[in-house]
């Protein structure tokens, strides 16, 4: 096994998240010891470290980079219950830690999941939330010193009624339930192609269900529900720990990964509605909003690992053609779609030490 780099100092605790820039050339790792450290890539393939800073008052959960059209930002979610933007800073100040610019509060339990949105030219920041009281929340900003945040009226994931219903039951008080805390998953990702407006897959509990969102623009309206991704009948009903939304890169359709406590990874296409449906698209040359959602349609396209560890973490490549896997077994697996549009398993590594050689080179 190939070992290219440690990245050292590490953390004092276990390390929650890790996430590399918009460039691939920086990185930024999270802990339960509430600190964040930030490395570069040098011009010898070394990730050399920049800074640290105690970010937080209790574990942080996740990160997440700005695109760089909103300049150098950071997001870090914990189970302090907030989440803080950083901005890097500039000139004598640079080598030290991130400002922060902003605290996100309003969740009644641990954040644990943070995601900018995708950028568009002349776009506000935009950054969406997902906590254990199983609300989706998201934050603009208008202001250039991103000190001042506006929050889109929260949606409670499990009560959200399915497409065409305008039915809507009324969200619990609590934070959930004591089996919900200790089985239930919660994430989100948002799709990377801005054509069709801010949409969002998100989940949250203990149900397998992912729901697909139109977040509109004007943050006093309220969220669309597109469509409803149930697992097969024949499929494990376990809750799901993670979700990435692929990049389309051109293609006609999307593509969804799910992994779940049970080690199940499912792929899911997504097929949007006909062109004249996207936000940019009128006979007149002006933009619409996003309609006829409920046309949007989703399929379960690959279905295994049932019975594996618990998955940690899925991952597209850049191109949305190769999917990366974690587990809690510490093992990262590579998977890749053959011509017969099955899902193969390209290669695997661990995290362990390579062994020590002794003085006989063995």
């Given at each position: 096994?190939?070992?290219?780099?440690?990245l050292?100092?590490?953390?004092?605790?276990l390390v929650t998240?890790?996430t590399?820039?918009?460039y691939?050339?920086?990185?930024?790792t999270?802990?339960a010891?509430?600190k964040?450290?930030?490395f570069?890539?040098?011009h010898?393939g070394?990730?050399?470290?920049?800074?640290?800073?105690?970010?937080?008052?209790?574990?942080?959960?996740h990160?997440s980079?700005?695109h760089?059209?909103?300049?150098?930002?950071?997001?870090?979610?914990?189970?302090?219950?907030?989440?803080?933007?950083?901005e890097e800073p500039?000139?004598?100040?640079?080598?030290?830690r991130?400002i922060?610019?902003?605290?996100?509060t309003?969740?009644?339990?641990?954040?644990?999941?943070?995601?900018f949105?995708?950028?568009?030219?002349?776009s506000?920041?935009r950054v969406?939330?997902?906590s254990?009281d199983s609300y989706l929340?998201?934050?603009?900003s208008?202001?250039?010193?991103?000190?001042?945040?506006?929050?889109?009226?929260?949606?409670?994931i499990?009560?959200?009624?399915?497409?065409?219903?305008?039915s809507?039951?009324?969200?619990?008080?609590?934070?959930?339930?004591?089996n919900?805390?200790?089985?239930?998953g919660?994430g989100?990702?948002w799709?990377?192609?801005?054509?069709?407006?801010s949409?969002?897959?998100v989940f949250?509990?203990?149900?397998?269900i992912v729901?697909i969102?139109?977040?509109p623009?004007?943050?006093?309206s309220?969220?669309n529900?597109?469509?409803?991704l149930n697992?097969?009948?024949?499929?494990s009903?376990?809750?799901?720990?993670s979700i990435a939304?692929?990049p389309s890169?051109?293609r006609?359709?999307?593509?969804i990964a799910?992994?779940?406590?049970?080690g199940?990874?499912?792929?899911?296409r997504?097929?949007?509605p006909?062109?004249?449906l996207?936000v940019d698209?009128n006979?007149d040359?002006?933009h619409?909003?996003?309609?006829?959602?409920?046309q949007?349609?989703?399929?379960?396209?690959?279905?295994f690992g049932?019975?594996?560890?618990?998955?940690?973490?899925?991952?597209w490549?850049a191109t949305?053609?190769?999917l990366?896997t974690?587990?809690?077994e510490?093992?990262?697996?590579i998977?890749?779609p053959?011509?017969a549009?099955s899902w193969k398993l390209l290669?695997?590594?661990?995290?362990?030490?390579?062994?020590?050689e002794?003085?006989n080179?063995?």
């Amino acid at each position: 096994m190939l070992q290219t780099n440690l990245l050292a100092p590490g953390h004092a605790d276990l390390v929650t998240h890790v996430t590399y820039d918009f460039y691939g050339e920086r990185l930024a790792t999270c802990s339960a010891d509430q600190k964040i450290k930030l490395f570069r890539k040098s011009h010898e393939g070394t990730w050399d470290q920049e800074t640290e800073w105690k970010a937080h008052d209790a574990p942080i959960l996740h990160l997440s980079f700005a695109h760089p059209v909103h300049g150098s930002l950071l997001a870090s979610s914990s189970h302090d219950r907030t989440v803080r933007i950083w901005e890097e800073p500039t000139g004598r100040e640079r080598e030290g830690r991130w400002i922060e610019r902003a605290v996100l509060t309003g969740a009644k339990g641990s954040v644990k999941q943070v995601e900018f949105g995708t950028a568009d030219a002349g776009s506000e920041p935009r950054v969406a939330t997902i906590s254990t009281d199983s609300y989706l929340r998201i934050y603009s900003s208008a202001d250039p010193s991103l000190s001042d945040w506006s929050l889109l009226q929260p949606i409670h994931i499990p009560t959200l009624p399915p497409p065409g219903s305008s039915s809507n039951e009324e969200p619990p008080v609590d934070g959930g339930s004591t089996n919900e805390l200790a089985q239930g998953g919660w994430g989100l990702s948002w799709c990377k192609e801005r054509w069709w407006g801010s949409i969002i897959a998100v989940f949250s509990g203990i149900s397998p269900i992912v729901k697909i969102l139109s977040i509109p623009v004007d943050t006093s309206s309220s969220a669309n529900s597109i469509t409803f991704l149930n697992p097969p009948s024949s499929s494990s009903t376990a809750p799901l720990t993670s979700i990435a939304w692929a990049p389309s890169c051109g293609r006609s359709y999307h593509l969804i990964a799910t992994g779940s406590r049970d080690g199940t990874i499912r792929i899911w296409r997504l097929e949007p509605p006909g062109e004249k449906l996207r936000v940019d698209y009128n006979d007149d040359g002006y933009h619409d909003g996003v309609g006829g959602s409920a046309q949007w349609k989703g399929d379960c396209v690959a279905d295994f690992g049932k019975g594996g560890a618990r998955i940690g973490m899925v991952d597209w490549n850049a191109t949305g053609t190769t999917l990366t896997t974690t587990d809690d077994e510490g093992v990262v697996r590579i998977y890749k779609p053959t011509y017969a549009r099955s899902w193969k398993l390209l290669g695997q590594m661990t995290a362990e030490e390579p062994p020590h050689e002794d003085g006989n080179g063995q």
